[in-house]
Nanobody, 122 residues
Framework: QVQLVESGGGLVQAGGSLRLSCAASGRTFSSYAMGWIRQAPGKEREFVAA????????RYAGSVKGRFTISRDNAKNTVSLQMNSLKPEDTALYYC???????????????WGQGIQVTVSS
């Protein structure tokens, strides 16, 4: 099992940047693919970005490609999401998630954090 704790959310103006971080417990962090999923009010959860266990492979939703960057540090058991050029439509609860599969570009993850709020004002 792995436990996940997100940090770094908050309120930012449109065009600004935020960096989300996720700290994972456990000694086998590198065996998990990691991802970020978000859920806006009244909407279903939406895949945002994913990274393989080694960090060699990444995937992004079309809506964030070129603006968001996912990365991981297996020595520190952390995964991050750098979000630039933020838009009001990026406002959502952002979840860090882990999967035993190589890489996941859906919302079908095995372990989830509690989520952290990101609000982008216009």
């Amino acid at each position: 099992q792995v436990q996940l704790v997100e940090s770094g959310g908050g309120l930012v103006q449109a065009g600004g940047s935020l960096r989300l971080s996720c700290a994972a417990s456990g000694r086998t962090f590198s065996s998990y693919a990691m991802g970020w999923i978000r859920q806006a009010p009244g909407k279903e959860r939406e895949f945002v970005a994913a990274i393989s266990g080694s960090g060699a492979n990444t995937r992004y939703a079309g809506s964030v490609k070129g603006r968001f960057t996912i990365s991981r540090d297996n020595a520190k058991n952390t995964v991050s999401l750098q979000m630039n050029s933020l838009k009001p439509e990026d406002t959502a609860l952002y979840y860090c998630a882990a999967s035993i599969r190589p890489i996941v570009t859906t919302t079908q993850y095995d372990y989830w954090g509690q989520g952290i709020q990101v609000t982008v004002s216009s």
